[in-house]
Nanobody, 118 residues
Framework: QVQLVESGGGLVQPGGSLRLTCTAP????????MAWYRQTPGKERELIAS????????NYADSVKGRFTISRDNAQNAVWLQMDSLRPEDTGVYYC???????????WGQGTRVSVSS
């Protein structure tokens, strides 16, 4: 069973940056498309960025396009989300997983909380 571990969240001022990390110790997700999701207060969890297994293709939600960058290193079994120009509306809990249609492949991890506030 894959156990996803997200880290790197924290409190940051508007306009600041954070880099989130997703790992799956002891597991291999190199052959899967991976994605970052976030759940903001009062809203359902949404997919905000995805990256193909090879890293060649990336997609972003309109709300983060141009500000967030997803990347991966299959040798390290890691996926990152570089978040720049953060806004208060980016506040929420961020998760990683592998999308399968509208579902996900593995159980959710604990997520990492991001708070953007002055």
């Amino acid at each position: 069973q894959v156990q996803l571990v997200e880290s790197g969240g924290g409190l940051v001022q508007p306009g600041g940056s954070l880099r989130l990390t997703c790992t799956a110790p002891g597991s291999i997700f190199a052959i899967y498309t991976m994605a970052w999701y976030r759940q903001t207060p009062g809203k359902e969890r949404e997919l905000i960025a995805s990256i193909h297994a090879t890293g060649a293709y990336k997609n972003y939600a309109d709300s983060v396009k141009g500000r967030f960058t997803i990347s991966r290193d299959n040798a390290q079994n890691a996926v990152w989300l570089q978040m720049d120009s953060l806004r208060p509306e980016d506040t929420g809990v961020y998760y990683c997983n592998s999308p399968v249609g509208q579902a996900t492949k593995w159980p959710w991890g604990q997520g990492t909380r991001v708070s953007v506030s002055s």
